[in-house]
């Protein structure tokens, strides 16, 4: 099987940082798994998706979507992979179907294909009957909701997620997770981040742990567990990062 | 094109729904246009046309004060209203107050006796000079009492000193009268006749005036061909406000982070962000233009008559709106909050519009201020208007006002671009 994304020895500083939030990192995600980071705040999850993704730019290393190299290609990589980043990302004062028009062409997709791909999402997620509202007036599930159409809009080969349920009710956690699945089984590869890891269980086939830029264990989900005698990714969560705050 | 075209009306949705930036926008220029049109306008009818109450307290009874209050009133630039000439000052002034009098004129007591010394030592001198009288004459008399004039703290310096010269105006001529009667009394001992003295009262010479026109078009401008065009200027580079924080909101919203992600360079959304805020601009000019045209005549106020070239007109209009833009979009890059590009954007250009001539003309500006006038892009639109508007000038004449704002439009553009590398926004 290919790689999706494939990392080796990237080092990453912020401007004016002299300690690295990456020390020669490296990293393959499989085409078409369900890959979740997992780790404790400022342990590097949104920074990585910020580097794989072409927002951020990293100085050592490479990073490589579908075999092309992010950091000498960053327009090409761009038509590869959807965004659905931890705030919410849209204009609140358009409709959802104004948003996805706007994001659509931004994407590259053509007005009749936008039109089409737009009217399949907002079915599938619910939003049919409000395409036309401003998105202001709904309700954080809704806006969720809203924020994922956005980011397949362009029908994406990689979906990045970073924490794409925050804030939401059960029901809305739930038509996310499912949409999630079906793009899955469609053939979308998702790299996904969250601190809801009751959920991440139930997305994700495969996980890597960070803490402090580094990794400090990657695999399938079963054996992983297995092997380090844990019921779920809490109690490997705890045993693998520790009780100390990180975010303090 | 689907792109640029999917942004703009993106951007056109939005501000269509900030119904307080749209009142902004649009009210907000109006209503100044409106009060500063009508506020001129008044002081304009003040000066020329409207007359001024004038409490007169003549204190004498002699024939040069008789007409000097007959020159007064000839003059027809007041409503003269006479106290008797025993009160006192203070009186005076509660009489002024009581009638609304913004001047009040006291002709002191001696004053036709002092004056008749003053002509005769003169008119003595006179024909002693042109060797016709050998008698020796007085050299010196005593000073004319000054006639005391009263003024409302409220009146400005250029009325009072407007009154005053039509005053002064007045006395010279009674004077000179006066002279002249003591040199035909010593020329000729006797009283001078009155169908001379008729020929001696008043100026027989006059003033025509014309404005001067690069067209050779003799119609006289009024505040309104003046202050139209000034506040259309003022409301584009107003757009600032909208503008420069629609880019701030646009750049810390999460929107901003998904647009890097997305294979479409930023520079689209500057570009419509641009093209909007042009048709803005141009919006506003046009509501301005039209409200001067058909609703300022129906407020009192004179009606804007628009210049014969409707092109060159457009063409002015275009280059303003793309010079406010430009520099909207320098405030919004380099701005880091809304707080910031609102209160650099409003401030920025209300020392632009100062320096530009909008409040006070460039002219009555210091000697120190006309280089910074230059680099005001205000200015240089408002003399490319005026040249149309009052000046009647052609193409020829307002491309070199125009020159100049192209200059700093491309500098605004080069500076926004060089902030949006900088700031790795591109």
């Avoid at chain 1, 409000?130 to 979906?159: E, T, Y």
């Avoid at chain 2, 020929?199 to 139209?228: D, L, R, W, Y």
């Avoid at chain 2, 809304?338 to 519009?353: D, F, H, P, T, Y």
């Avoid at chain 2, 006309?370 to 490319?384: D, M, N, R, T």
């Amino acid at each position: 099987m290919t790689n999706a994304i494939a990392i080796s020895n990237l080092r990453f500083y912020y401007p004016g940082h002299s300690v690295s939030v990456f020390e020669n990192l490296n990293l393959n995600i499989k085409t078409g798994s369900r890959f979740g980071i997992f780790g404790p705040n400022g342990a590097g999850k949104t920074t990585l998706i910020a580097c794989i993704t072409g927002i951020l730019k990293y100085s050592h290393g490479s990073i490589k979507i579908n075999g092309i190299e992010v950091s000498e290609n960053p327009h090409e990589i761009k038509k590869h992979f959807g965004y659905v980043p931890q705030d919410f990302s849209f204009y609140p004062e358009l409709s959802p179907m104004e948003n996805l028009m706007f994001f659509g062409a931004w994407a590259g997709l053509s007005k009749s294909t936008t039109q089409k791909r737009a009217a399949e999402i907002l079915e599938v997620l619910g939003l049919s009957e409000v395409k036309d509202k401003p998105v202001r007036k709904f309700s954080g599930g809704m806006k969720r909701r809203v924020n994922l159409a956005i980011g397949v809009i362009q029908q994406p080969a990689i979906l990045f997620l970073d924490e794409p349920t925050v804030g939401v009710d059960i029901h809305s956690r739930q038509a996310l997770i499912s949409y999630l699945k079906m793009l899955n089984t469609n053939g979308t590869t998702l790299m996904y981040t969250s601190h809801q890891l009751s959920e991440a269980e139930e997305l994700c086939d495969e996980v890597a742990l960070f803490d402090e830029g580094k990794i400090k264990v990657q695999g399938l989900l079963s054996p992983l567990l297995q092997q380090h005698q844990q019921n779920g990714l809490e109690g490997l969560f705890m045993e693998l990062t520790g009780k100390k705050y990180r975010d303090s | 094109m689907y792109k640029l075209w999917a942004t703009i009306w993106k951007d056109i949705t939005i501000l269509t729904r900030d119904r307080v930036g749209l009142i902004f926008m649009f009210a907000m220029p109006i209503i100044l246009a409106i009060v500063i049109t009508a506020t001129q306008n008044s002081t304009f009818e003040l000066v020329n046309n409207n007359k001024i109450n004038l409490l007169l307290c003549n204190r004498d009874t002699g024939l040069a004060a008789r007409e000097l209050v007959n020159g007064i009133e000839k003059a027809d630039m007041f409503h003269i209203s006479k106290a008797e000439k025993s009160m006192e000052e203070t009186a005076l002034e509660t009489l002024m107050n009581k009638k609304d009098a913004l001047v009040t004129l006291i002709i002191p007591a001696e004053f036709s006796h002092k004056l008749k010394i003053l002509a005769d030592v003169t008119a003595g001198k006179a024909l002693k000079e042109f060797g016709v009288n050998d008698e020796p004459v007085k050299e010196t008399f005593d000073s004319l009492p000054p006639i005391q004039m009263l003024y409302n703290p409220v009146l400005q310096s250029s009325f009072r000193q407007s009154i005053s010269g039509a005053l002064q105006s007045v006395m010279q001529m009674v004077q000179t009268k006066q002279i002249l009667q003591s040199l035909y009394a010593g020329l000729n001992n006797t009283p001078m006749p009155d169908s001379l003295q008729q020929e001696f009262s008043g100026s027989k010479m006059q003033i025509e005036e014309f404005p001067v026109t690069k067209s050779g078009n003799n119609s006289i401008p009024n505040a309104t061909q003046h202050n139209i065009p000034a506040w259309t200027i003022f409301a584009m580079f107003f757009v600032v406000i909208s503008l420069g924080s629609s880019i701030v909101r646009e750049k810390s919203s999460g929107s901003f982070l998904r647009l890097k992600t997305l294979p479409t360079n930023f520079n689209l959304a500057l570009i419509s962000k641009q093209v909007t805020y042009l048709i803005v601009t141009l919006l506003q000019a046009l509501v301005i233009f039209l409200i001067g045209i058909f609703l300022f005549p129906h407020i009192g106020l004179p009606a804007l008559a628009l210049p014969p070239g409707i092109s060159n007109l457009f063409l002015i209009t275009v280059s303003c709106g793309i010079c406010a833009v430009s520099f909207a979009i320098c405030i919004g890059i380099f701005a880091q909050t809304q707080e910031q590009a609102n209160g650099i954007g409003a401030v920025s250009v209300v020392l632009l519009a100062a320096l530009g001539g909008l409040l006070v003309p460039t002219f009555a500006m210091p000697a120190s201020f006309q280089y910074l006038i230059k680099i005001s892009p205000l200015h240089w639109g408002l003399e490319a208007y005026y040249t149309l508007f009052l000046e009647g000038g052609g193409l020829n004449h307002i491309v070199l006002n125009l020159l100049p704002l192209w200059a700093i439009t491309i500098l605004l553009q080069l500076i926004a671009y060089a902030g949006l590398k900088k700031k790795s926004l591109v």
